[in-house]
């Protein structure tokens, strides 16, 4: 049994071991060391995508008893879809790290422990396939986000660490109890105490119990997107986070919520997922967070305020895409869950550099940036046009595969989908031209270039960005057996019935999971 999937989710926890005995005044060292540990964290993950074999089930599988008494399992295990994220959440987990080496010069050494416990929890998330076990993985996260915030913050950032603990608190609590429904309805059918998420595939719902399960884990997920109306928390939690936190919740954090829903949600309860009228609430929810996020973002004079709700926007697309439940829309909704970790992680590292050299982050201070930072503007207009989904860009593969998913069960759905990827492009276009572009101010003209360091931390992003643009062949390919799997779990026959090539004809018994049917 291989044990690369420990490996790769505790390195960062045994670079905190580390860094807690490393004296807190040699702030140059703990700094070092807590951008060595976050680097070798992405480099111990480098192996899972050259041993990867997209014709199989999870991978790199890590089973062990816990506590036998209650069933609970160390179960790890990956496919494509945690795949993509474990990897999104090594690269930014290193670069957001290294983002801050100026931004943060006070209590280094706590900040950068709780960086490294977070990138822990994360990945525990992504890989944990016992449903104890991603529990605890899924509250860990919320404890140094939480103190990042609260610590490390703007003005406001006691408010908004309160709101953002007390609203997933509250989801999470909720997440627990429909655990828990399944792991005693399990228990009642085989006479076998199991958190493990292959037995609980198993486990026959009666349809009203299954209804509110599926609406327990929808405000756990919910929240944690945030889908719209739980999505109050985020802008406040963006605006005061610095800007690594904001990067690593806009790009890792929320991609939880999506993970859930395709984790749990879907395989779980499929009979409730596919009901006509849960698919409509989750449409029209979707929808008004598509158009309502782009609206309000067109409206705000912060810009950090401005990619805050971007998101909201961004991320309605991915649920949208979800609730599809056709191959098209879900695996255009994973792949744009990683086009949103790249595009917006960028947008809020550009909202950081100016804000280090200016110290505000209101949108009519700026001006005429081009003349002073050519480059820091190319790397602007590259990102914008990642995010509103322009080719050849990682942003228009994702939304044009969005697109086609929502076609094939609605128009008025695709038609909201081209009304929020316009919208994108208007406060995109123009925060760019209010920003970069007209003229230059005097508090403006001194404003020095990007760094080497600070190219650095833009550069793999940009590659990835335009990787997936120019050749997302190899993405769709790592998503494909475990998008069928999904699909056929809810929608048994659908590629029969479609006349579609099935990627699950193709597993041999000795390729499945153990346990699996």
Same mark, same amino acid.
């Given at each position: 049994?291989?044990? *690369? !999937?420990? #490996?790769?989710?505790? %390195?960062? /926890?045994?670079? +905190?071991?580390? $860094? ?26 480098l ?9 199989k ?9 816990w ?8 179960h ?6 945690? *795949? !993509?994220? #474990?990897?999104?959440? %090594?690269? /930014?987990?290193? +670069?957001?790290? $290294? ?40 509250e ?16 406001r ?16 609590? +909720?997440?627990? $109890? ?33 209804w509110?399960?599926f609406w ?21 939690a ?14 890792? +954090? ?28 989750m ?36 649920t ?69 989904g ?32 316009a ?22 003209a ?8 600070e ?5 793999p ?41 099935n ?15």
């Amino acid at each position: 049994m291989s044990h *690369l !999937l420990s #490996v790769v989710v505790f %390195t960062p /926890l045994a670079g +905190l071991f580390v $860094l807690l005995f490393l004296p807190s005044r040699n702030s140059r060292l703990v700094k070092l060391w807590a951008n060595c540990a976050a680097l070798a964290g992405f480099f111990v993950s480098l192996p899972l995508v050259f041993q990867y074999d997209s014709a199989k089930d999870f991978q790199f599988v890590e089973k062990a008893s816990w506590i036998p008494t209650l069933g609970a399992s160390y179960h790890l295990g990956i496919d494509g879809f945690s *795949l !993509l994220l #474990v990897m999104l959440t %090594t690269l /930014l987990g290193f +670069l957001a790290i $290294l983002s801050s080496w100026n931004a943060v010069q006070e209590r280094l050494k706590e900040y950068y422990a709780f960086f490294l416990l977070l990138q822990t929890g994360m990945l525990g998330v992504f890989t944990a396939r016992d449903g104890l076990l991603f529990f605890i993985f899924w509250e860990t996260v919320l404890i140094p986000m939480y103190f990042i915030i609260a610590i490390w913050g703007g003005p406001r950032r006691l408010y908004a660490a309160i709101k953002f603990m007390i609203y997933t608190l509250m989801g999470s609590v +909720l997440m627990l $109890l429909g655990i828990l429904t399944l792991y005693y309805q399990h228990y009642s059918q085989f006479q076998v105490l199991s958190f493990d998420l292959t037995d609980l595939m198993r486990t026959q719902m009666p349809a009203g119990m299954e209804w509110w399960v599926f609406w327990a884990f929808f405000l756990g997920f919910a929240v944690k997107v945030p889908m719209w109306p739980f999505h109050t928390w985020l802008p406040d939690a963006h605006v005061e986070a610095p800007t690594a936190g904001s990067v690593i919740l806009a790009s890792v +954090l929320l991609k939880m919520g999506t993970y859930g829903f395709l984790r749990f949600s879907l395989p779980l309860l499929p009979d409730t997922a596919k009901n006509p009228t849960v698919v409509n609430v989750m449409a029209v929810l979707s929808i008004i967070a598509i158009v309502y996020g782009a609206l309000v973002s067109l409206m705000q004079k912060d810009w950090k305020k401005l990619v805050a709700y971007s998101s909201v926007s961004h991320l309605g697309f991915c649920t949208l895409g979800i609730f599809a439940l056709n191959p098209a829309g879900i695996a255009g909704s994973i792949l744009q869950q990683i086009n949103h970790g790249i595009s917006t992680g960028m947008l809020f590292l550009i909202v950081g550099v100016v804000y280090e050299r200016r110290h505000t982050r209101e949108i009519a201070e700026y001006g005429g940036l081009l003349r002073v930072m050519p480059v820091f503007t190319i790397i602007f207009l590259i990102t914008a046009l990642s995010s509103m989904g322009l080719p050849p860009l990682n942003g228009f593969i994702g939304e044009i595969t969005i697109l086609q998913g929502a076609y094939q069960m609605s128009f008025n759905w695709a038609f909201w989908v081209a009304v929020g990827i316009a919208l994108g492009a208007a406060y995109l276009i123009w925060l760019f031209q209010r920003t970069m572009l007209g003229e230059l101010s005097e508090r403006n003209a001194g404003l020095r270039d990007l760094s080497a360091r600070e190219i650095a931390v833009f550069a793999p992003l940009l590659v990835w960005a335009f990787w997936i643009g120019l050749y997302p062949k190899p993405f769709f390919q790592v998503l494909e057996r475990p998008v069928a799997q999904i699909v056929e779990r809810v929608r048994p026959g659908y590629y029969a019935e479609h006349k579609l090539p099935n990627p699950l004809t193709q597993t041999t018994a000795s390729a499945r999971e153990p346990g699996t049917k």
